[in-house]
């Protein structure tokens, strides 16, 4: 089976704090890419990270980070710094073989108060 | 570039009736796929179409279909509407498998939905 955990329904900092949101996947296949897409209010899906399962490296992008670990088959997402503008449903998404279609967790929801 | 858009934003409709839904890919997206998102259910796939051809379907009903033009804009129709049809209907759009790897890397671009609400 093929499944998505995250387990954190909303996370509510204040601004300038860090903040990690967990995912957990499932697959069996070998192959596959993780996705980290953010929601805001708008509705919108923004792209943030994709990731292929031959790559463990840790990857940064100013404020944010992702730790992908196999081991535990977590790809959590780090923002350092927080601001009001973080604040948004974050989804993590999987994807498996050749089918481009995409397996959801379920979001978090972050509220970063001023 | 133009991103994805879609119309309408909001509608509301009643149950029984039908709704159509339109999406027009960013210029040079050929494959527009389809996603469900309510609250309860979290984000599904609804159906994926490629050069006018329906490539992936996800676990819906026939009554949710859709269809893809030559120019690559979708529509989607929903037909005898329940109240648990009431959900944000997403769009996306991706360039051609095996494009540029700028282009590529991004994977699915989202419209901002059309927010469906049946009464």
């Known amino acids: 089976a093929q499944k998505v955990t995250q387990a954190q329904t909303e996370i509510s900092v204040v601004e300038k704090e860090d903040v990690t949101l967990d995912c957990v996947y499932e697959t069996r296949d070998t192959t596959y890419y993780l996705f980290w897409y953010k929601q805001p209010p708008s509705g919108e899906l923004v792209f943030l990270i994709r990731r292929n399962s031959f790559d463990e490296q840790n990857e940064i992008s100013g404020r944010y980070s992702w730790n992908f670990q196999k081991s535990t088959s977590s790809f959590n997402f780090t923002i350092t710094a927080s601001q009001v503008v973080d604040s948004a449903v974050y989804f993590c998404a999987l994807r498996t073989g050749s089918n481009y279609q995409l397996i959801w967790g379920a979001g978090t929801k972050l509220i970063i108060k001023p | 570039k133009a991103g994805v858009t879609q119309t309408p934003r909001y509608l509301i409709k009643t149950r029984g009736q039908q709704v159509t839904l339109s999406c027009s890919p960013i210029s040079g997206h050929r494959s527009v796929s389809w996603y469900q998102q309510t609250p309860g259910q979290g984000l599904q796939f609804l159906f994926e179409y490629f050069s006018e051809t329906q490539r992936n379907k996800g676990n819906f009903p026939g009554r949710f279909s859709g269809r893809q033009f030559s120019n690559s804009r979708s529509e989607m129709n929903v037909s005898t509407l329940e109240l648990g049809d009431s959900a944000l209907y997403l769009c996306?759009?991706?360039?051609?498998?095996?494009?540029?790897?700028?282009?590529?890397?991004?994977?699915?671009?989202f419209g901002e939905g059309s927010r469906l609400t049946v009464l």
């Open positions: 996306a759009s991706k360039a051609k498998p095996g494009a540029a790897a700028i282009a590529n890397t991004g994977e699915l671009f």
